[in-house]
């Protein structure tokens, strides 16, 4: 059985959502969780304002940098400023399914082409020190295309890859339909095939292989983190309902019973929550200091109050233009002080995050 440091629990990157200020929030909530950027394109990286796409607060550590591109020496360029920017890893999109990022020949329709990918990736190896993972879907299929969606496709990608130096692989475990779903459906029609990515994972013992798709409540996440594969992924339940990453600590023990650790962190929630709400109270303050309208940090909080009695009214709070008006940081701090009242017996005290 492996040991709570050697299994892995990850929030997947995620477009418009995992921000650094999602993602400094997600950290209050789990120490242990590894945290990804959203996608950014390799070019985007050589070529842009690389502060804005790849600045981070220290206590978003441990941090992956998620890639897109088909360019070797663009991918190896962008794995080098991530090293040098700190991030603790950089992977490889080999997964979305969108038509814009299919356009663009990166995402899942890399997967039509391993050989392709293996030099991606041998690429970024050379250039970098810190692990080179990928992100990949079980397969892909789409009109005009030879299909790559069996278990052998499967299996002939992860062998390019293990060649290739790849440092862990994490498979969403559906294929991906190019060209004939969009995004939100290529992640709930074509159907889950966990047992592809546990067949996987028995024959490349070696290689690190975590599993994403479908995954929505503690009990699931519970039994795949610990029945034998090297980690999982969560997406959208890590962030439509965030305070799921208060459990995440305790549920990667092995020893862990999971209804003991449901019943202590039930008890311990209200604290847990105001804790963290005082974290982000503090953050966003010092965050509008430096320009950042509020709005774009507390838009990943609304998931927080989900359950709650009065949420409802919470949002509605914190929902549009609520901010206007507050002009400096003495009045947004009582603001947000009050409406954090509504729910818990809030107190502000961090004023520095």
């Not at 990286?45 to 220290?58: A, T």
């Not at 992956?64 to 190896?76: K, S």
């Not at 082409?113 to 079980?138: C, F, N, W, Y």
């Not at 994403?212 to 439509?240: C, K, Q, S």
Request: net charge negative; charged share 25%.
């Amino acid at each position: 059985m492996k040991s709570s440091t050697e299994i892995r629990f990850s929030v997947a990157p995620m477009m418009d959502w995992t921000d650094r200020h999602y993602r400094y929030m997600a950290r209050q909530l789990s120490q242990k969780a590894v945290l990804y950027t959203e996608m950014i394109h390799a070019r985007a990286i050589v070529h842009g304002d690389r502060s804005r796409f790849l600045d981070f607060h220290p206590e978003e550590q441990p941090l992956v940098l998620q890639l897109g591109g088909n360019e070797p020496d663009y991918l190896a360029e962008a794995a080098r400023w991530a090293e040098r920017w700190g991030y603790s890893e950089v992977n490889l999109n080999c997964g979305c399914p969108s038509d814009k990022v299919a356009s663009g020949s990166f995402g899942a329709c890399l997967m039509a082409d391993p050989s392709q990918v293996g030099r991606l990736v041998e690429s970024m190896k050379r250039a970098v020190s810190i692990p080179v993972t990928v992100k990949s879907r079980i397969g892909i299929e789409g009109k005009g295309m030879s299909p790559k969606s069996d278990y052998e496709d499967l299996r002939s990608f992860t062998q390019t890859m293990v060649e290739a130096g790849c440092d862990g692989l994490i498979v969403h475990a559906r294929i991906a339909v190019l060209g004939g779903l969009n995004p939100a459906e290529n992640r709930t029609v074509p159907p889950l095939r966990y047992d592809d990515v546990y067949a996987l994972k028995a024959e490349y013992p070696e290689l690190p292989i975590e599993l994403n798709g479908g995954l929505r409540t503690l009990e699931e996440m519970h039994r795949h983190l610990h029945d034998g594969l090297d980690g999982i992924m969560v997406g959208r339940a890590a962030y439509e309902t965030p305070r799921i990453l208060g459990f995440i600590d305790s549920i990667l023990d092995p020893a862990c019973q999971l209804e003991d650790s449901m019943q202590a962190r039930e008890k311990s929630d209200h604290s847990h929550l105001i804790h963290v709400l005082d974290r982000m109270h503090g953050y966003i303050l010092n965050r509008f200091e430096e320009g950042v309208p509020p709005s774009r940090i507390v838009r990943h909080m609304l998931g927080l109050f989900h359950g709650l009695p009065g949420a409802r009214r919470i949002r509605q709070k914190l929902s549009g233009k609520w901010y206007a008006g507050l002009d400096n940081r003495m009045l947004l701090g009582r603001y947000l002080a009050d409406v954090f009242r509504e729910l818990t017996e809030f107190e502000p005290v961090s004023s520095k995050s």
